[in-house]
RNA sequence: GCGGGCGUAGUUCAAUGGUAGAACGUCAGCCUUCCAAGCUGAAUAUGCCGGUUCGAUCCCGGUCGCCCGCUCCA
């Protein structure tokens, strides 16, 4: 089905999902609030990541349940830490721009063929030699590709840009000097702003578990293999925010570091790249917008180069269809954060087994989700039309997904329906988000509740005054039962149970 | 960052160089014993700044934001 992403940001916005950060002052590129429904839906999420890690983490492969302990690191850190971790240096991109074409390059991915002459001509990196021997023709230059020295452009000095001819034109000279792209944010720690005290807002929350990687050993009796998760914040000047809340500058990650000994990468990688498969399945996502998906060696990060790389869980967005975004990565880090934090501190991170008295360097597999995205890819796959329902569409929300997992409605205005759904009300929200809803006609509360995603809704009628029965309303089906007063509970206890058991709903 | 498009109630849309109208939503009242978002009423808008003009939501410039394409996405 073609899903129309205005629609789903018109519905986010009108029924208080998601709004633009700063709304009243016009808005701020790159940033969004999450309302009422919004945090309700992420807080879900959140909660049952956390439960499928921290809570209740998966039964290993040798039968017992692994090891996972939860942590909330500093946004800030230490500015060295940023230095060792790799991103100070490498999460810049020095980009060039063409004023022929209005291009923009990556400098670092820029090839020069450097000649005698005073032309040379500029290629994308991965080139074939062909269209470079085409492209040579067209510009009436020597054809021969091994007359050339092949020269990246980072390492060519700026007086020689005007002998440069870029990619998309004929003529020399075009390029302007690289500019640098950091994508790290940057603050000062302190009333006065100066180098001395700049700090850096994490890109990642994985580097906060890196650095606390000894002081979580001492002191909490975990033994390899074992993981230490964290959810929060991140923060990345992206140069281009797009598409809604998926590529934002301040987004929320769901980050789990996994350590274990080099011998056994290959077995967590597969342990791990499968549960997380079952989580988003179990969440909701059992469709076939569900897609994974290994990294090329070439778009893979400067941690993962070594090693097992990347693979990622990735979700057809409206947006990206028919190509697919990514909600998940899992990475092997290797041993890369860990030995570059022991070399900058100075302090000794290496693991010693206490009982084969084996001393090494723990390597990592890193399941990295995104809980904004993630969240994101709910509300789409649950957008779901229905021309024949007076809202015209419901989002089918898993019940354990749902912002309100029911409405409680008194079927009149009445004292005698009012009071009975109260008191149903009270009792039922000291364990479920649920609305009591008693204005306005049946359908109209009906069709509201549908809008928000509430799966059930429970009405109090006449019969009920009887027999004590209320009638359940499927969001889905629109089907009714009547089930008894003192069954409810039971009955919203039940629905939500296949997902925090990490089964995908029926 | 470049190119193109766009910016009017919460949402989706109208209209106009002379100060804005609808539908739905929201709120209030009524009606309703299960899909009737029914009836009555109310509140709510020209993104922001500047220019031209007697007068600008409309024309022009800037800015901010959104969408599409490119670029980018450790």
Redesign the pocket.
């Known amino acids: 089905m073609d899903l129309d992403?205005?629609d789903v940001v018109?519905l986010c916005?009108?029924r208080g999902f998601i709004f633009?950060a700063s709304d009243i002052y016009?808005?701020?590129?790159?940033f969004w609030d999450y309302g009422p429904l919004g945090v309700e839906l992420k807080n879900n999420l959140r909660d049952l990541w956390w439960k499928a890690m921290v809570v209740t983490p998966p039964i290993g492969p040798d039968g017992t349940p692994v090891q996972i302990v939860g942590l909330d690191s500093s946004i800030i850190q230490n500015p060295k830490a940023w230095v060792a971790s790799?991103h100070v240096g490498?999460?810049s991109?020095p980009m060039v721009?063409c004023r022929e074409t209005?291009?923009?390059?990556?400098a670092d991915?820029l090839m020069i063929l450097k000649s005698e002459g005073d032309k040379w001509p500029s290629f994308h990196e991965e080139s074939e030699d062909e269209e470079i021997e085409k492209r040579l023709k067209k510009l009436n230059l020597d054809t021969n590709v091994s007359n050339y020295e092949r020269v990246n452009l980072t390492d060519l000095d700026a007086s020689f840009y005007e002998k440069i001819i870029a990619p998309d034109t004929k003529v020399a000279g075009t390029l302007t000097e690289p500019k640098e792209f950091n994508?790290m944010f940057e603050s000062h720690a302190g009333p006065i702003q100066s180098d001395e005290n700049k700090v850096y807002l994490r890109?990642?929350t994985a580097q906060g578990i890196f650095l606390n990687f000894k002081n979580v050993l001492d002191s909490s009796r975990v033994r390899m293999p074992f993981g230490i998760a964290q959810i929060g914040k991140a923060f990345?000047n992206?140069?281009?925010?797009?598409?809604?809340i998926f590529?934002s500058r301040e987004f929320e990650q769901m980050e789990m570091e996994w350590f274990c000994h080099p011998d056994e990468v290959e077995k967590w990688r597969d342990f791990w790249f499968e549960e997380r498969t079952k989580f988003w399945r179990a969440v909701g996502l059992a469709s076939d917008n569900l897609q994974i998906r290994k990294h090329g060696d070439d778009?893979?990060?400067?941690y993962a180069k070594e090693g097992l790389g990347t693979s990622d869980i990735e979700y057809k967005f409206p947006?990206t269809a028919p190509d697919f975004g990514e909600l998940e990565g899992i990475a092997h880090r290797c041993d890369f954060d860990l030995t570059a934090h022991q070399e900058h501190s100075g302090q000794k991170l290496e693991y010693m087994d206490p009982v084969t008295q084996d001393k090494y360097m723990p390597h990592v597999i890193e399941p990295a989700a995104g809980l904004t995205r993630g969240a994101l890819a709910l509300i789409c796959e649950a957008y779901t039309v229905d021309e024949s329902?007076?809202?015209?569409v419901y989002l089918n929300f898993h019940p354990a997904l749902a912002p309100k997992k029911a409405a409680i409605l008194p079927?009149?205005?009445k004292e005698e329906h009012v009071g009975p759904a109260t008191k149903l009300y009270l009792a039922l929200r000291e364990e479920f988000a649920v609305d009591l809803d008693i204005?306005?006609?049946?359908?109209?509360r009906?069709?509201?509740q549908d809008?928000i995603g509430t799966p059930y809704c429970f009405?109090?009628?006449?019969d009920t005054l009887e027999d004590g029965t209320?009638?359940v309303?499927d969001r889905n089906t629109?089907a009714?039962e009547r089930i008894s007063m003192d069954k409810v509970a039971d009955y919203l206890r039940e629905k939500m149970k296949p997902v925090s058991a990490m089964k995908v709903a029926a």
């Open positions: 992403m205005k018109a916005k009108r633009p016009g808005g701020i590129n790159g790799g490498g999460f991109d721009d209005k291009k923009r390059y990556r991915h994508l890109p990642e990345r992206e140069v281009n925010p797009r598409n809604f590529r778009e893979l990060s400067h947006f329902r007076p809202s015209g079927l009149s205005a204005k306005q006609n049946i359908g109209k009906y069709a509201r809008e009405t109090i009628d006449n209320v009638t309303r629109m009714q």
